[in-house]
């Protein structure tokens, strides 16, 4: 099993135990509801600590150094560096969570600003509880940097079930005989329980990995210091994308009661494809990437190379994500959540965000690999220009599209959480071009063929035409059977097309799959 394949594996392992997680929230939560909507909120202010400080920034940042380190057979400096930054981390993180409790009631009168009374104090309580456990998540990623570094990739993916069975068994365990208000305050205390299990599940492989580990504190290492110049600039432009994701939570927060809570659980749909297909290849590709030594001439030619592979493949996958997410998202959602208390009528809400986020979902995938291969060159600086960028256009038009929009259509203000993701959308794809010519600049040029790219959006348009069309035969019976007829005849469609159209990465799956078939 090739790197991509070992990291889309455990991801599909840890979404797919997500994505049962967020079933049962669900069915105990609801949609329209104030603990779903303080829930979503509270768990937004802490993953702050997460995104800022947790995968992508030492991936950017730790994993470069570390895995060039490793590759000119400096063990003994990697293992110090992996000392330095796990005391750096844990020391930071602390302070961060502890100004995080204190201040948690600002943080929520900023970050939710539309809400009060009741909806207002279940969030500070619940941000409160979480705090400590996004600061465990932290330090588990930390682990997932070593693990990826050393071409461990599976466990560190597969690591995040721990913490989806935790809050899913407390769920199950206290749902059924306690109020709505308690059962929020237990999922919390699950929340920071699984994330204490997400760096323990690790933690025995990285020392094995790591034989003399010493947690310590060095500043003047020249790789601790190449380290930390890296994560400036990274720490920022995650910062600013951030500041783009709070800006939606604030915007959503204005919106009636229940948008909140129907963004998150449409997010949750939208980035099962890009951690699958884009996260994977990029996870993967970062230390290889990383590792090309030789003239600047050779360098280039060696990331072209992968870079090129690389972007087929995700817009292989990524292409048909998009046009379900527009045409089936309504089955996608029902499937997934209609059940208990959250009922067929919250389904078009959430099939509004899965919509709005198809705009922009390819051209935000591309544009991760995009970043690694800055990273890769130790150009961190650019992405984080490009960034800033698509997060000013993300505000501006975020707030357009959600809420004076809606007015001026005459349509409900509940349909503002579609615009918030439509207009994120619209701001990756100008990051995405900006990405792609700085890139260039570099390298050359790493292009998707436009035959292939036209095959690929024909080809999954003509099968969601197909699956609507079986949806509406079908007629109103049970999701699941539903989802069960249509999203087959889709992807069978998808993969027979492109496959007579002798898309590569098509007849490859396809070969793959009809090999094991008759293995068996």
């Not at 913490?163 to 059924?176: R, S």
């Not at 094995?208 to 990274?234: I, K, T, W, Y």
């Not at 027979?496 to 098509?506: H, K, R, V």
Request: glycine content about 8%; charged content about 15%; proline content about 4%.
């Amino acid at each position: 099993m090739g790197a991509s394949s070992r990291v889309a594996a455990g991801i599909l392992v840890s979404r797919l135990t997500g994505l049962l997680r967020e079933r049962v929230i669900a069915h105990y939560l609801g949609s329209q509801t104030i603990v779903a909507d303080a829930f979503r909120a509270a768990i937004r202010i802490p993953n702050l600590l997460n995104n800022l400080f947790g995968e992508g920034v030492l991936s950017a940042s730790f994993i470069t150094v570390y895995s060039k380190l490793r590759a000119a057979g400096e063990d003994d400096q990697a293992e110090d560096l992996a000392a330095a930054i796990f005391g750096i981390l844990a020391l930071l993180c602390g302070a961060l969570v502890l100004a995080g409790i204190v201040f948690t009631p600002y943080l929520v009168d900023v970050i939710a600003l539309g809400f009060t009374g009741e909806r207002r104090s279940l969030t500070i309580q619940l941000a409160r509880i979480v705090f400590p456990g996004t600061g465990l998540l932290v330090m588990s990623a930390w682990c997932l940097g070593i693990l990826n570094s050393h071409r461990r990739f599976l466990l560190s993916y597969t690591a995040p079930v721990a913490m989806n069975c935790a809050m899913i068994a407390a769920l199950i365990t206290f749902g059924p005989r306690t109020g709505q208000s308690q059962l929020v305050l237990d999922l919390a205390w699950a929340y920071v329980v699984g994330g204490a299990l997400q760096f323990l599940v690790q933690w025995p492989k990285v020392r094995r990995l790591l034989p003399d580990f010493r947690p310590m504190l060095d500043l003047q290492s020249p790789a601790v210091r190449a380290v930390l110049r890296n994560f400036g600039p990274v720490f920022v432009s995650r910062g600013v994308v951030q500041v783009s994701a709070t800006v939606d939570s604030m915007i959503a927060s204005l919106l009636p009661l229940g948008a909140v809570a129907s963004l998150g659980y449409g997010q949750i749909i939208s980035i099962l494809p890009v951690s699958l297909f884009s996260m994977s290849v990029s996870a993967a590709e970062l230390p290889a990437l990383s590792s090309a030594t030789g003239s600047r001439e050779e360098i280039a030619a060696f990331l072209q190379k992968r870079l090129s592979a690389g972007l087929r493949r995700i817009a292989f996958f990524i292409v048909p994500s998009a046009v379900a997410f527009l045409i089936l998202g309504d089955v996608l959602v029902a499937a997934l959540y209609q059940t208990g208390r959250f009922s067929h009528a919250d389904v078009p809400y959430v099939w509004a965000v899965l919509a709005g986020s198809s705009v922009g979902l390819l051209a935000t995938s591309l544009g991760r690999l995009y970043s690694s291969a800055f990273y890769a060159l130790f150009d961190t600086k650019t992405p984080l220009r490009f960034a800033v960028v698509r997060v000013i256009l993300t505000i501006i038009l975020g707030y357009l599209f959600a809420l004076p929009l809606p007015r001026l259509l005459g349509i409900q203000q509940e349909w503002g959480v579609a615009g918030l993701t439509a207009s994120a959308g619209i701001a990756g794809w100008v990051e995405f071009a900006l990405l792609r010519r700085g890139l260039r600049e570099k390298i050359g040029a790493t292009p998707l063929s436009r035959d292939f790219l036209v095959k690929l959006w024909s080809m999954a348009i003509a099968a969601g035409v197909l699956g609507f069309s079986v949806k509406h035969l079908i007629g109103t019976v049970d999701p699941w059977i539903t989802a069960a007829v249509v999203l087959p005849i889709y992807g069978i469609t998808y993969f027979a097309g492109t496959s007579y159209w002798q898309i590569e990465e098509s007849q490859t799956v396809v070969a793959s799959i009809l090999r094991r078939v008759r293995l068996r």
